[in-house]
């Protein structure tokens, strides 16, 4: 064999090898060339520097350097290396800027000095904890969604920004007060003030008894006593005339004379309309349809599978338009359609939107919908916090009150804010937030506010545009989609499942047959439990046996009419708990079903640990679902609510037993609604259901596009209640939006930091004020003449026979005096309230003075508090000032 030629290989290292690594791009890609070198790159700077070792970075900064180390925090490190701590190294503050310079006046001829001014900087370096214009740089990305308290909120919208000159006008204004003179009766800032001197009226007699001596011991107060009849006082020569000046007729039957009054009141002339340069709320038609819509629009942000109806379009066309509207409709109209769409809208405009609503349900609920219908939603929540990067953010209108305050960067980018169930301002507690934020928002935020429909809608959309200078566009709706017919159910067993008398059908007629036929049902088993028991029966609401019976028999009733599923309101958290434990013998879904919600649930559970699937309540509730019924209030865990919410929305709850935050909104209609009672707590005291409150709850019956009409129903546990109450409660018109602006320690000490913005601001600009401040000039005026007036009187003559004038225009006094304390404690008291309704048949005296009935038609009030009750009494109308 031939010996090989070993081959001598050339040394590793890299410059010596016959090859060159060429890197080609920024792809990774290398080619090789028949050429010694070092590696070489087709970049105009070479390869890119390698990251140092990892462990020797560690050890240089941790072992070698110690003064890395930071100084609190750290004991250990601290004690260690022998360091001493420095606490004033916390105490180093950023240097503010300058937002104002000194500018040389000089001389235009000679350039002498002739002073200084002090003058704004454009250019200055602007931060949010110096500036609240939109133009300050961000601040760091840890605090863009929820901002810093130290930051200042951006500038108000509607406002105008203050200058030095006026800072330093209002600083001068405010140091001079006058700490000695006349501080107790005329306020800062006022020309008058309130004389609290006492007036100087001649001594009653002695020896004789005084008006409010004679009624100390007169108890007014009201209470729970049984009810007396009230009685209209006896019609006088100087009898007073009625304010409203209506004419009345003669009526045939109850029926015609309440439940019909509208055609014997003649409706009060309207207040004349502004000028349209200061008309800001502005009506929209929506009785003509909206036929070019589609060629307005003929790219729409967002498509439905249905067909908008005509207030829908009427919104989205102003939406396209960035206005600002006020959609005031009828529950289960869809409002949610206009909130769907500006959300679409943001979400094509690259541009954010935040949907407030007034409780954590709600919000759960809009997420779930928003978040399988455009994906990029968020939810903000004090406990809960999703998705915060989205351009939709759902939270309570406390968050963005926050957020506002703090000078959060998502105000930035923001284009829409939706206000969900604006009427919930009338909320004593909560309703300031709402102005607070529609004070405090920005310029460029357009405003979409839904409501339920509300008297003074126009009223609070011109506050509004007042308020940011920008027109309100209010779009109402005619009726409600689906019609509802409410019920008497006196039925307590199944051989009375049948009783259930019409009260008020689809058209909005008021059958009083089924009153008295739903009375006299009543009757009948109370004389019967007489002669079986001889005993009356009591006609409070019994105990959980009794109930048990009343939900049996009416859910036996549903069932067998297909008018399942049925929301029951109870207004109290521990009877909802009871009545839905009663039920034991009830079941009301199929063996499909049951294995449906049993997969549903073990899905859902599975989140829990292994203890907490063992809770009572947890599983006390699983063994309800799987027989149909659920419970929905506070009390329940907040997976639990949210279980309940997504099976009643699939129908597999067919009874839900919730309170009354169940009907704020949520979107979860059903076929029944059922009332376990018409009286609740309002915090202070047991009253009736207000009429917005009734009709807020009694709008989840009825499902659009599946049920003809809705059904409400009226549990008469007890005794039937008074036509008069049921008829004011179902047929009343619903509360006014209402100002509850107050100041609170937060609003006080947010706007204290900021120079610009002042409490007083506030207060000017709330809802409360905008009355008297749209007639502040009018009432100037006719304080103005009244004060000329009272001036060019002469000093009356109290000599001769006129001695006794003073002494008598005491007496007169306090006799007013008295008269009005009376009315107002009647009014106040439970029995003049009830005496006082419209629709009660009274005992009066006619001209004769002999006894007749009548009937209350209309109650008011004048400006001296007197209340005035107008009644017909065979042939004439009765007027009279004393209610009892």
């Known amino acids: 064999m ?82 001493k701590t420095d606490p004033w190294s916390l105490l180093a503050a950023v240097e503010t800027p300058v937002p104002s310079d000194l500018q040389a006046q000089r001389h235009p001829t000679t350039g002498h000095i002739l002073g200084y001014k002090e003058v704004l900087l454009e ?29 200042y909120p951006f500038w108000p919208g509607g406002m105008d920004e203050p200058s030095i000159t006026d800072l330093h006008t209002r600083e001068e204004a ?52 049984d009810e007396g009849e009230a009685a209209g006082g006896p019609r006088g020569d100087n009898a007073s005339p009625s304010p409203s000046g209506t004419p009345l ?75 600002s509207v006020f959609v005031a409709a009828h529950t289960s109209a869809g409002k949610t359609v206009v909130a769907e769409y500006a959300i679409a809208l943001a979400q094509k405009h690259m541009t954010r939107t935040i949907y407030t609503s007034p409780i954590k349900a709600l919000s759960n609920q809009k997420f779930r919908d928003f978040r399988n219908t455009f994906g990029d939603v968020g939810l903000l929540t004090g406990d809960v916090q999703l998705h915060p990067e989205a351009s939709c953010l759902i939270m309570t209108t406390e968050i963005l009150r926050s957020m506002l305050y703090s000078g959060s960067d998502v105000i930035r980018d923001l284009e829409w804010v939706i206000f969900d169930e604006v009427h919930y301002i009338n909320d004593a507690e909560r309703g300031v937030v709402w102005e607070e934020v529609l004070i405090m928002l920005p310029e460029h935020v357009s405003i979409i506010l839904l409501s339920a429909t509300v008297p003074n809608a126009l009223e609070f959309a011109d506050w509004i545009g007042r308020l940011k200078r920008r027109q309100i566009y209010v779009i109402s709706t005619v009726a409600r989609p689906v019609p509802l017919e409410h019920y008497l159910f006196t039925g307590n067993s199944p051989k009375t499942q049948g009783e259930l008398f019409l009260l008020l059908d689809s058209r909005g007629a008021f059958h009083t047959q089924g009153y008295y036929a739903a009375v006299e049902a009543k009757k009948e088993r109370m004389s019967k439990h007489a002669q079986t028991f001889g005993a009356k ?19 036996a009733s549903l069932r ?58 947890v599983l006390h509730m699983s063994e309800l679902l799987r027989r149909g019924l659920g419970v929905h209030h506070s009390g329940i865990l907040p997976i639990l609510k949210e279980i309940v919410e997504m099976l009643f929305s699939r129908g597999l709850v067919k009874v839900l037993f919730a309170t009354e935050t169940f009907a704020m909104g949520v979107n979860m209609p059903a076929r029944t609604v059922v009332f376990d009672s018409m009286r609740k707590h309002d915090g202070s005291t047991f009253r009736d259901l207000l009429p917005g409150e009734y009709v807020q709850m009694a709008g989840r019956a009825g499902r659009r596009g599946l049920d003809p009409t809705g059904t409400v129903i009226l549990l008469c546990k007890g005794r039937v209640p008074e036509m008069a109450d049921l008829h004011r409660m179902m047929m009343g018109k619903p509360s006014q939006l209402q100002s509850q602006f107050r100041l609170t320690y937060t609003m006080i000490l947010n706007l204290l930091r900021v120079d610009a913005l002042r409490v007083e601001d506030m207060m000017k600009r709330s809802f409360s004020e905008f009355p008297s401040r749209k007639d502040s000039k009018a009432h100037e005026q006719a304080l103005a003449d009244l004060t000329k007036r009272l001036g060019a009187l002469e ?34 008291s439970v029995n003049g309230l009830k005496s006082l309704s419209v629709g009660r048949v009274v005992v009066v005296k006619n001209e004769e003075h002999h006894n007749a009935l009548g009937v209350i038609l209309q109650v008011s009030s004048n400006s001296t508090s007197r209340v005035f009750t107008t009644l017909v009494l065979c042939d004439k109308p009765v007027v009279s000032d004393n209610p009892r």
């Not at 009591?538 to 048990?548: C, L, M, S, Y």
């Not at 049925?566 to 079903?593: I, K, M, N, P, Y």
Request: charged share 20%; with cysteine.
């Open 560 to 617: 067998t009419r297909a008018q399942l599923p049925v929301v029951v309101f109870t207004f109290s958290r521990g009877r909802c708990d009871e009545q839905a434990s009663g039920l034991t013998s009830l079941d009301l879904t199929t063996s499909s079903e049951k294995s449906e919600i049993h997969l549903f649930l073990q899905r859902c559970l599975a989140r829990l640990r292994g203890s907490d699937r063992q809770l009572p309540q």
């Open 795 to 828: 000093e009356p003559d109290v000599t001769g026979q006129l001695a006794d004038l003073p002494e008598y225009y005491s007496w007169a006094e306090e006799l007013t005096e008295t008269q009005n304390m009376i009315q107002r404690r009647i009014m106040e």
């Open 123 to 151: 250019n200055t370096n602007l931060s949010a904890t110096t500036s609240l214009s939109l133009r300050r740089p961000p601040g760091p990305a840890s605090q863009s969604l929820w901002g810093n308290p130290t930051q």
């Open 2 to 83: 031939m010996e090989t030629e070993r081959l001598v290989l050339p040394p590793l290292d890299p410059l010596n090898l016959p090859l060159r690594a060429l890197e080609v791009g920024c792809t990774g890609r290398w080619e090789l060339l028949n050429v010694p070198g070092p590696p070489e790159s087709t970049l105009p700077h070479g390869l890119p520097p390698c990251a140092p070792d990892l462990c020797q970075e560690a050890e240089q900064l941790f072992l070698s350097s110690p003064a890395w180390l930071p100084l609190h925090g750290v004991e250990h490190s601290a004690r260690k290396w022998q360091r």
């Open 174 to 225: 405010e140091e001079e007060i006058d700490f000695e003179k006349d501080l107790l009766t005329v306020p800062p800032g006022f020309k008058k003030g309130v004389d609290f001197a006492p007036k100087d009226h001649p001594a009653p007699v002695p020896g004789l008894l005084s008006l409010s001596r004679l009624l100390e011991p007169l108890d007014l107060s009201g209470g729970d006593e």
């Open 249 to 323: 007729v003669r009526a045939s039957s109850l029926e015609d004379l309440v439940l019909k009054e509208a055609a014997t009141v003649v409706s009060t002339p309207e207040p004349p309309k502004p000028p349209p340069q200061e008309q800001w709320a502005v009506p929209v038609d929506v009785t003509s349809p909206v036929g070019d819509f589609y060629r307005l629009i003929p790219q729409p942000a967002f498509q439905w599978a249905f067909e908008p109806d005509v207030f829908q379009k009427q919104a989205i066309l102003h939406l396209e338009q960035h206005d």
């Open 537 to 555: 029966q009591p006609t409070h609401q019994g105990g959980p046996a009794q109930d048990r019976g009343v939900y049996l028999s009416l859910l």
